[in-house]
């Protein structure tokens, strides 16, 4: 789904009634989200909230084994550092930078104090976090079943809808940790997709060349986790399917 609010604004404030934003906006401070950095670590408690207007943040988690890996993936139409909504004294997940943006920043005291005075806004980010969970347990099951080049054209494809945009600064390195798999993994992954004529890789840049080659490629669960993306908000602040 494309959601109608632009590059700098984020969906579910787009969707809120216009007096509730009208509350919320002088609560708002623009921040720079930069590659790389961490928003909240696992069992932390998060003192703000980000609603995302560019980029992607990466939930992620911890295996037993130690390996890092994604479990969601969020950009506009959504928020990172719920703790307010989901009552937790900890955050299930960590919270990183993947490619770089914008977001809405709100004190999590503040936030708290508008979802109890606001039921409109409150019900907004329960079901946002519902479709969350739902993100989180596609990605799961695509990460444990699915073969490694159609879980690397999946991460592409979410993310060129993403960044509106063909070319994805990410190393090997970056992609394997998301997906759970080593470097060698990814590498032989992304030569095989290139040598097919459907991305270009070099020097940490992947560009998609061929994205409908791309969508034969990807498993069906690229399909499940892009209809779960802004399910949650009203026809108004959806514009159709990409």
């Not at 928003?39 to 992607?56: K, M, N, V």
Request: with cysteine; glycine share 8%.
């Amino acid at each position: 789904m494309l959601l109608n609010p632009t590059p700098n604004e984020n969906g579910v404030l787009v969707a809120l009634p216009p007096d509730v934003r009208v509350l919320l906006m002088p609560s708002l401070k623009k921040v720079r989200l930069e590659a790389g950095d961490t928003l909240y670590d696992i069992d932390s408690i998060s003192d703000r909230t980000w609603f995302i207007t560019s980029g992607i943040v990466s939930l992620l988690t911890t295996t037993e084994a130690g390996e890092i890996i994604e479990a969601a993936a969020v950009r506009r139409e959504g928020a990172v550092g719920l703790s307010g909504i989901t009552k937790r004294n900890g955050m299930a997940f960590s919270a990183q930078v993947q490619i770089s943006g914008k977001a809405l920043q709100i004190d999590a005291k503040t936030l708290q104090s508008m979802l109890e005075q606001e039921s409109a806004f409150y019900k907004l980010l329960f079901e946002y976090t519902h479709t969350l969970s739902e993100q989180i347990a596609l990605t799961f099951v695509c990460n444990r079943f699915h073969a490694t080049e159609q879980r690397l054209a999946r991460w592409l494809l979410m993310a060129q809808d993403r960044v509106c945009s063909d070319s994805v600064v990410l190393t090997h390195d970056n992609i394997g940790r998301l997906l759970g798999i080593s470097r060698s993994c990814v590498s032989l992954a992304a030569g095989a997709l290139q040598r097919r004529g459907l991305i270009h890789y070099v020097r940490g840049h992947v560009s998609i060349l061929n994205r409908r080659g791309l969508e034969d490629v990807v498993c069906k669960c690229y399909e499940a986790i892009s209809r779960t993306i802004g399910c949650y908000l009203p026809p108004e602040a959806v514009s159709g399917s990409d």
